[in-house]
């Protein structure tokens, strides 16, 4: 918002003039001058409460004074107050409707109050008064970025670029833009040219990200690296690490990673990431811890437990820890098909060592409310499968193979235990069929590469997103 009534002491005794007081109550209009004046000063200091209350007691005397409904309305914004602030802004706008200072106030509490069409609405009021104005472009262009609408905001960024190309906010707000629609190259010049201005860490932290989606892998580590020197905040560590980590360059991945959780040890995303970085690196253990402390850091984070199944599989020696936090992953999302089947998996496997360790119809009961909830899992109905199956109820394997690979044609280990069903059922040529299909798909083992990779590409992606978004 802007300070247009704190910036300036206008003398009350002018404004009550206005209103149609006479000459003969000075010493009167003289106090309530300074009252408002105090009102000011407490305003510019911070103290709202104090200042609301000088304002609306002088309400009764200056109901047609645009200087004490535009203060009040500001003092109501800096205290939350969104009604009160609009009403009172609103007021000041009656009063003077030729102020573009008084609309963008207007329009900055509105978006507070949820009106993002009437705030618009002001915005644009405010630009078209003062059209050559820095402020009302790059109000405008923010309130869009803000609105999410990023298209939309960049001719007015570049508008108030244009005006004053020495405001850091609006370069950056621009560069960013730019960033967002796709225009690189705009984006590249405009960061080097901000750098010279102001070197900070968020300009190199963008600028990794322009080089991380033009696919300069190097250029973006290198600049993901100088951002978190600069700025070793969590956003900038995570940023580098996962850089490396989308690149399959494990070892400084997860040197970033473990550096960054000993930094922010309450950061889930530095902590998944390091787990999926350890895993990705053979070190399945290690994996599974790091993970098992990222699902108590954030327990309704999926994106924890994706992996943690994965490495757990090949790392089931902490059974009791894994189970107990995919049962209570499971309880807080029941509606969730991969908790209920995460869960499942983790009975099953994990107590597979141990005699008389597995609660079988727990586990058909998760794999079946898992097959209810989302019928397109196909890693439940194959488990399911394999599930029948070893407790030689082949009959009951067969249409959960298929529906498998119904779903996934391409599903290896489907193959290979629908060819498993059809030695037991004694058709040796079928078997064989599926057999031989194995083998193809096997050798074709970057399916499940890509996949993995598609995965970690997911979560650092929405990693950085949900951080964007607080």
């Known amino acids: 918002m802007r300070n247009t009534a704190g910036s300036r002491l206008i003398l009350f005794f002018a404004l009550l003039c206005t209103a149609g007081f006479a000459p003969a109550q000075a010493n009167q209009n003289e106090k309530l001058d300074r009252e408002f004046q105090s009102a000011v000063a407490a305003y510019d200091a911070g103290k709202f409460p104090e200042a609301a209350a000088q304002l609306e007691q002088l309400l009764p005397y200056a109901g047609k004074s645009f200087e004490v409904h535009e203060l009040l309305g500001l003092v109501y914004a800096s205290q939350s107050e969104n009604a009160k602030a609009v009403e009172q802004l609103q007021m000041a706008v009656r009063l003077k409707p030729d102020s573009a200072a008084a609309r963008t106030n207007l329009a900055a509490s509105l978006v507070h109050s949820g009106k993002a069409e009437l705030a618009e609405e002001q915005f644009r009021k405010a630009l078209t008064l003062e059209p050559g104005d820095f402020e009302a472009n790059h109000d405008l262009g923010e309130f869009y970025i803000q609105s999410g609408k990023i298209a939309a905001a960049i001719p007015f960024l570049e508008q108030a670029q244009k005006i004053d190309p020495s405001s850091y906010d609006n370069g950056?707000?621009?560069?960013?833009?730019?960033?967002?629609?796709?225009?690189?190259g705009e984006s590249r010049q405009l960061v080097q040219g901000l750098v010279k201005q102001k070197n900070t860490g968020e300009l190199h932290a963008l600028l990794g990200q322009i080089e991380e989606k033009g696919g300069n892998f190097v250029a973006a580590a290198n600049e993901f690296e100088v951002a978190a020197h600069m700025d070793p905040s969590e956003e900038n560590l995570f940023n580098w690490g996962s850089e490396y980590l989308l690149h399959r360059t494990y070892d400084p991945a997860i040197e970033i990673f473990q550096q960054g959780s000993e930094r922010y040890p309450?950061?889930?995303?530095?902590?998944?990431?390091?787990?999926?970085?350890?895993?990705?690196?053979?070190?399945?253990?290690?994996?599974?811890?790091?993970?098992?402390?990222?699902?108590?850091?954030?327990?309704?984070?999926?994106?924890?437990?994706?992996?943690?199944s994965k490495a757990y599989?090949?790392?089931?020696?902490?059974?009791?820890?894994?189970?107990?936090?995919?049962r209570r992953y499971a309880e807080l999302e029941p509606g969730s098909a991969l908790a209920q089947y995460y869960y499942a998996m983790?009975?099953?496997?994990?107590?597979?060592?141990?005699?008389?360790?597995?609660?079988?119809s727990t586990v058909e009961s998760l794999l079946l409310k898992s097959i209810a909830l989302d019928g397109k899992l196909s890693e439940a109905h194959l488990q399911l499968g394999i599930f029948?199956?070893?407790?030689?109820?082949?009959?009951?394997?067969?249409?959960?193979?298929?529906?498998?690979?119904?779903?996934n044609p391409d599903y290896a280990d489907a193959h290979y235990r629908l060819g498993q069903y059809y030695v037991h059922a004694g058709e040796k040529d079928k078997a064989q069929v599926e057999f031989d299909t194995y083998q193809r798909l096997l050798a074709q083992h970057m399916a499940e590469v890509d996949k993995e990779r598609a995965e970690v590409r997911q979560f650092v992606y929405s990693a950085k997103s949900s951080s964007t978004s607080k």
Do not use: C
């Not at 089931?316 to 189970?323: G, S, T, Y």
């Not at 983790?346 to 079988?360: A, H, I, P, Q, T």
């Open 313 to 326: 599989s090949s790392s089931p020696n902490q059974a009791d820890d894994v189970i107990q936090r995919f």
């Open 266 to 308: 309450n950061s889930p995303r530095l902590m998944i990431g390091l787990g999926m970085a350890l895993y990705s690196h053979g070190d399945y253990e290690k994996s599974v811890k790091a993970l098992l402390k990222a699902a108590d850091l954030d327990p309704s984070d999926a994106r924890a437990y994706i992996f943690l």
């Open 388 to 407: 029948y199956a070893d407790r030689h109820e082949y009959p009951k394997s067969l249409p959960e193979y298929r529906r498998a690979l119904e779903l």
């Open 172 to 184: 950056y707000d621009l560069a960013q833009a730019y960033f967002l629609t796709g225009k690189l």
């Open 346 to 360: 983790s009975l099953w496997k994990g107590k597979r060592l141990e005699d008389n360790g597995v609660d079988f």
